[in-house]
């Protein structure tokens, strides 16, 4: 036997694994600091950590490639875009038409600037398609999060995570019709960029819809406990997830459906834990703090008044339509105000759209691909400040104010 | 300030105030949107005045003048669609009851207006935990010597009031055992309770004079008496009522109320007397406990019986006044009450099903927005 059979080898050699565990561990830690010392919101502590600890940064943790991420981001967006379906009322859109109107509008503004912007910088018409319709969505995580940090309340919040859930449905339909048409160029035709769509649409709803009636039929019998909970969903997600590839759906479709019929069908109120208990918790830190590993900030470096603009622009399209249309839907210019602005958000759900077109399409990856990372990474730090103020401002946060 | 003066009324006229319960359609903890259901409800003209309250998750209804029943629950439906309408174009459910049961007093907001502010200041935590929903009834007085006169002969009846409109057995989250627990919050407030023994307009401006010269009042709102003067009205305000889970037993209170009125100032020709009060905190306190079945001690023979007893033999003894009134429908909702319960034991049943105070509130507020 010798020293080295049973005592370390200098120097240690460690696993990239523990530099993970210990930029979680730093980001919980520094998102306590930020909500403790500087009142800021969570999100921004992991985000920065994991953007400071990463290839981006100081490069502490190796860079991985955004593959190997791809299951935590899964679970953790399944988490969010389910929990968000299940916290919205989609009877207000008959009782309030205004505000189906504000976010077709809201979204298609979006699309239209996004889209005329990337004209204007000479991108190519699909390419620019698929960008702006990616550019729709709002942010669930984000919007989820920060809701649920700062326990807010009231017309504000709630016309958010409708408005939200919407805007993320259109994105994901648009999306794949977008990139349907890019398939078309590169020589299919045009029958299947029709039916591709359709299929998707079609197909994710009838499986959310058979999750979200499982889902509440369990529930009804089983009561609430937490660890039900989890495993249900982790189960359920899980399930989403794999029937989702093997029939070619969209999982964040099927998840954020899922979760709107559980609302739409209750019977009952029912509410449920953050994230649907701890577990979940864990992988949403887990998930930003990830998403600041994985960043790509060489769009910033190249192209970044292409990357301000971008935000400029789409944040600007978000808020005119809510403002132009505050009073017809009732609230006031200033609840409109923080409404357009807490719509800024981009964030996980971006990430993997731009990570599906990326993986099929090498051009896309290397450009429009980077200018949108560059986005992603911009908004997950300043736009929570956004959400939370917005919030703050019309006085529905729960943060010891009178 | 002296006290205005008491202004000339149609005796016997009715008015009906009833504060309201705003709800998010989540969870249904009270949502502090008072000021977007008012800017929403102010687009439109409707009815009597909707108006806000000390903290944003309350919103206040009142009616106009009137003199019978059926026009009132009109006016009062009118009202609820008005209220309704709102909450479902902002996703806010409205409920009546007296208590919310699981909203944290800590968590409320209190509605930005100088009144309400300065009680805020005044009165503390107090403020915030005044969040709590009640009917006011007026009733119109010849004069107001007329009015003090009923004010203390009305006194009696208070208890039953408390029981027929006791909807409040739930507060933070835990049933507290009260058919109305809303009232232990009034009573905490320096000055609630029971008007002073005063019989005359004159002597009343003496007391309320030197009432605010030591500086403890400034109006007559100040006072949070169980039933008080409203010399700007010319009316007697009686405030002992939770606000019940529907329109229609609010109406047929207010009317039960009316009838006693007809009765005391036709029929009954004793005087008022100071030992009437003797049993008053007594019968109110078992009111609030009990409910219909709490013991009533009647002030004058001494007898004792249930409110339940007591509330169905002064149904036979105002039938007649209820007749000329044109208020047998709301005694007939009366007697309804005395056979069914009240809306304490409706919220209990409801919730013996799956104790779930959510799924309570829910169909508290379907009660009130849909009706019975």
């Known amino acids: ?402 | 300030m002296s006290l205005m003066p008491f202004a000339s009324s149609e005796p016997l006229s009715i008015g009906v105030e009833l504060e309201l319960q705003l709800l998010n359609c989540n969870d249904y903890d009270l949502v502090s949107s008072a000021p977007d259901m008012l800017r929403r409800i102010a687009r439109k003209t409707h009815h009597g005045e909707i108006k806000p309250e000390m903290t944003r998750g309350m919103i206040e209804i009142n009616t106009s003048i009137h003199h019978e029943y059926v026009s009132l629950v009109e006016e009062l439906n009118s009202l609820r669609k008005t209220v309704s309408d709102a909450g479902r174009f902002l996703n806010i459910a409205v409920a009546g009851g007296g208590t919310h049961p699981f909203q944290h007093w800590s968590e409320q907001k209190i509605f930005d207006a100088p009144r309400f502010h300065y009680l805020s200041d005044l009165y503390g935590y107090l403020a915030k935990q005044f969040t709590i929903f009640g009917q006011h009834v007026h009733i119109g007085c010849p004069g107001p010597d007329e009015a003090l006169h009923l004010l203390h002969m009305m006194s009696r009846y208070v208890p039953h009031f408390i029981a027929l409109s006791a909807s409040s057995p739930f507060v933070q989250g835990h049933d507290t055992g009260f058919a109305s627990a809303r009232l232990n919050s009034v009573f905490s407030f320096p000055l609630s309770g029971r008007a002073p023994f005063v019989l005359s307009w004159e002597d009343f401006e003496r007391f309320f004079s030197k009432m605010t010269e030591t500086g403890v009042v400034e109006s007559m709102k100040d006072f949070y008496w169980d039933i008080r003067p409203k010399p700007e009205f010319g009316t007697i305000e009686v405030r002992v009522c939770d606000t019940p889970l529907t329109i229609e037993v609010a109406a047929a209170i207010a009317c039960y109320i009316q009838s006693i009125a007809r009765y005391i100032m036709i029929d009954q020709k004793d005087e008022p007397r100071e030992d009437d009060y003797l049993v008053y905190t007594f019968n109110r306190f078992q009111a609030c406990r009990f409910g219909l079945e709490g013991v009533f001690i009647d002030p004058r023979t001494h007898k004792r019986r249930t409110l339940r007893e007591d509330i169905a033999e002064m149904l036979t003894r105002i039938a007649d006044h209820a007749v000329e009134l044109q208020a047998q429908g709301a005694m007939s909702q009366i007697s309804k009450i005395l056979d069914t319960g009240n809306g304490a034991s409706w919220l209990r049943k409801t919730y013996s099903h799956d104790h779930n105070l959510s799924d309570m509130v829910q169909q508290q507020s379907d009660l009130w927005m849909n009706g019975q």
């Open chain 1, 1 to 402: 036997m010798t020293l080295s059979s049973y005592l370390p080898i200098w120097p240690l050699s460690v696993s990239p694994a523990l530099w993970l565990a210990l930029a979680l561990v730093i980001a919980v830690l520094v998102g306590e600091g930020l909500v403790r010392y500087l009142r800021l919101p969570r999100i921004v502590g992991y985000v920065g950590v994991g953007l400071l600890m990463g290839p981006a940064g100081l490069n502490l943790i190796p860079e991985l490639p955004a593959s190997e991420w791809r299951l935590l981001v899964d679970l953790a967006l399944g988490i969010l875009l389910f929990e968000l379906g299940s916290k919205v009322n989609l009877r207000w859109l008959k009782a309030n038409l205004w505000i189906a109107f504000t976010s077709l509008l809201e979204s298609s503004a979006t699309f239209f600037a996004v889209f005329a912007l990337l004209l204007w910088f000479d991108v190519a018409h699909v390419t620019s398609a698929v960008v702006a319709s990616i550019c729709i969505a709002t942010s669930p995580a984000i919007v989820v999060r920060t809701v649920t940090e700062s326990r807010a309340q009231g017309q504000v919040t709630e016309r958010l995570l409708l408005m939200t859930a919407l805007n993320c449905i259109y994105a994901i339909i648009c999306h794949k019709i977008a990139v349907a048409f890019m398939y078309d160029e590169s020589g299919t035709r045009l029958i299947h960029t029709v039916l591709q769509p359709l299929y998707l649409i079609g197909g994710s709803a009838i499986l959310g819809w058979l999750f979200g009636n499982a889902f509440n039929t369990i529930h009804l019998h089983l009561g609430r406990h937490e660890e039900t909970f989890s495993f249900l969903l982790f189960g359920m997600i899980a399930i989403a997830t794999i029937a989702a590839s093997t029939l070619k759906l969209s999982p964040m479709l099927i998840l954020l459906s899922a979760g709107l019929i559980v609302r739409y069908r209750r019977r009952r109120p029912h509410t449920f834990l953050p994230h649907f208990g701890s577990a979940g918790a864990v992988l949403v830190v887990l998930m930003f703090t990830a998403s600041g590993l994985m960043a790509n900030l060489s769009g910033i470096r190249d192209s970044l008044m292409m990357v301000l603009l971008l935000i400029l622009v789409r944040t600007a399209a978000k808020l005119t339509p809510v403002l132009l249309l505050a009073k017809f839907s009732g609230i006031s210019l200033k609840q409109g105000l923080a409404l357009g602005i807490a719509l800024a958000p981009m964030s996980s759900l971006t990430l993997l759209l731009t990570l599906d077109t990326a993986a099929a399409f090498p051009d896309f990856a290397s450009g429009m691909g980077l200018i949108l990372m560059s986005c992603i990474v911009i908004l997950e730090l300043v736009s929570p400040i956004m959400v939370q103020m917005a919030l703050r401002g019309t006085g529905e946060t729960l943060e010891g104010r009178s």
